[in-house]
Structure formats: structure tokens, C-alpha cells
């Protein structure tokens, strides 16, 4: 996710601020939830037109700090938690993939069960 000097300044920002006494597990997680639906109101009612035009103009400021936010907030979640986001990444596109076998999977949204 972030590299160790962007990681190490984020940290930094939050231990400046004595804020790791409000980041539990539960705080975080809610945080997250939190930042990803301001991100999505951005985009909310709009058509793909729409969006395209706002990626384009300044308003794109705006979808760049959200998406910021909540990767800040899982940086801290998953340091906090000691866990190595890209192994768990990696680990749940195996998972993925036996899910969503390619010959099932292509060009269709239906959930693996369905």
C-alpha cells in the first residue's frame, strides 16, 4: 500500500498529535466507513458522463483527499494490527480465484453462488 517513507510521515502525523489513543480497531473501521461513503457521495447521482467531466476539472481534488483519507485510515488499522496488507491481499485473490474461476467469472457480475 503506502511505502515506508509515506508510512513513516503518516505515522509521524498521527504520534505528533497523541491521536493513537483514539485509533482502536473499532474506531478505525468506523473512520473507514466513514471517509469510502464521503468518497462515494462524490460520485453519488451522477452518470458516467458526469463523472468523467469531474475527473477532469478541479473537483478531482476532492475525490484524491477521500481516497487519501481512507488510505490513511487503513494504513493506520493495519499497522496497528500488525498485519502485512499485501500478503493479505495476495491471499485473498487465491481465495478470489478459486471463487471465480475465469471460465466462469468472464465478462458476467453474478456473485460465485449465484
Same mark, same amino acid.
Given at each position: 500500500m503506502l511505502? #515506508?517513507?509515506?508510512? +513513516? +510521515?503518516?505515522?509521524e502525523f &498521527? &504520534?505528533? &498529535? #497523541?491521536?493513537e489513543q483514539?485509533?482502536?480497531?473499532? =474506531?478505525? +473501521?468506523? +473512520?473507514?466507513?466513514v471517509e469510502a461513503s464521503e468518497l462515494l457521495e462524490i460520485f453519488q447521482w451522477k452518470s458516467h458522463d458526469e463523472v468523467a467531466r469531474l475527473l477532469e476539472s478541479p473537483s478531482r481534488e476532492r475525490? =484524491? #483527499?477521500e481516497i487519501a483519507d481512507v488510505v490513511i485510515l487503513l494504513s493506520y488499522l493495519c499497522h496497528d494490527l500488525g498485519l502485512d496488507v499485501n500478503a493479505a491481499v495476495l491471499s485473498k485473490l487465491k481465495k478470489n480465484e478459486a471463487k471465480y474461476p475465469v471460465e466462469k467469472s468472464y465478462g458476467n457480475a453474478r456473485k460465485y453462488d449465484e
Amino acid at each position: 500500500m503506502l511505502n #515506508d517513507k509515506v508510512l +513513516a +510521515a503518516v505515522l509521524e502525523f &498521527r &504520534r505528533k &498529535r #497523541d491521536w493513537e489513543q483514539f485509533h482502536q480497531p473499532k =474506531e478505525l +473501521a468506523a +473512520a473507514i466507513t466513514v471517509e469510502a461513503s464521503e468518497l462515494l457521495e462524490i460520485f453519488q447521482w451522477k452518470s458516467h458522463d458526469e463523472v468523467a467531466r469531474l475527473l477532469e476539472s478541479p473537483s478531482r481534488e476532492r475525490v =484524491e #483527499d477521500e481516497i487519501a483519507d481512507v488510505v490513511i485510515l487503513l494504513s493506520y488499522l493495519c499497522h496497528d494490527l500488525g498485519l502485512d496488507v499485501n500478503a493479505a491481499v495476495l491471499s485473498k485473490l487465491k481465495k478470489n480465484e478459486a471463487k471465480y474461476p475465469v471460465e466462469k467469472s468472464y465478462g458476467n457480475a453474478r456473485k460465485y453462488d449465484e
